[in-house]
């Protein structure tokens, strides 16, 4: 019975050794898999400055400088660390400290803007009560804004073409509606 401890003792003691004399190289690396960018400079950080204050100043995107020196969340960087900025634009910059450049960017583009979004035509008609294009037959578990969708249409309208129907959550199965 006593042995039973030493054993799970001897076990763990192992497999930790093991562990630990595993190359680090085994770990996939992850710094060859993300893109490098075109580097527009370097800055060597000051104290008080961040990634967004740093991105401001240059008018590149933070995520960017952040996966060009491989810095993980929560984005840490530490005075006199030297960052290689790359030259991806950041347009709609939010407001914010700005750091004072260290070297003089180039000027972005103006982006294309989009064009404007088309305005609907013209709401069509509703159609006159009594002019009916289906007629259809309630089923259990139907709701009159499922069946005015399935028609194309709107559950006002279909209220309107069935004046019997004065609340729209209370239909019932087997009743017939005009759908105009």
Same mark, same amino acid.
Request: hydrophobic content about 40%.
């Given at each position: 019975m006593k042995n039973v401890p030493r054993l799970a003792v001897l076990v763990v003691v192992l497999a930790m050794s093991v562990v630990?004399?595993? #190359?680090?190289?085994?770990? #996939?690396?992850?710094?060859s898999?993300?893109?490098?960018y075109q580097v527009i400079g370097q800055h060597s950080v000051k104290q008080g400055e961040w990634i967004y204050c740093i991105?401001?100043?240059?008018?590149?995107?933070p995520?960017?400088?952040?996966?060009?020196?491989?810095?993980?969340?929560?984005?840490?960087?530490?005075?006199? /660390?030297?960052? /290689?900025?790359?030259?991806? #634009?950041?347009?709609?910059?939010p407001a914010g400290q700005t750091c004072a450049p260290q070297f003089t960017a180039p000027v972005w583009p103006t982006p294309t803007p989009l064009p404007p979004t088309p305005t609907p035509g013209p709401i069509p008609p509703t159609p006159v009560p009594g002019? %009916?294009?289906y007629?259809?037959?309630?089923?259990?578990? /139907?709701?009159?804004?499922?069946?005015?969708?399935?028609?194309?249409?709107?559950?006002q309208a279909v209220m309107q073409a069935n004046p019997s129907i004065v609340n729209p959550n209370l239909?019932?199965?087997? /009743?017939?509606? %005009?759908?105009p």
């Open positions: 630990a004399a595993l #190359p680090v190289s085994a770990a #996939p690396d992850r710094a898999d993300l893109p490098q991105a401001r100043a240059y008018k590149v995107s995520w960017t400088i952040a996966e060009q020196n491989h810095i993980p969340w929560p984005y840490y960087v530490y005075p006199d /660390q030297v960052l /290689q900025i790359p030259g991806v #634009p950041w347009y709609n910059i002019a %009916c294009r007629y259809h037959t309630v089923r259990w578990g /139907q709701t009159l804004s499922g069946i005015a969708w399935y028609y194309g249409t709107t559950s239909i019932y199965t087997g /009743q017939v509606l %005009c759908i």
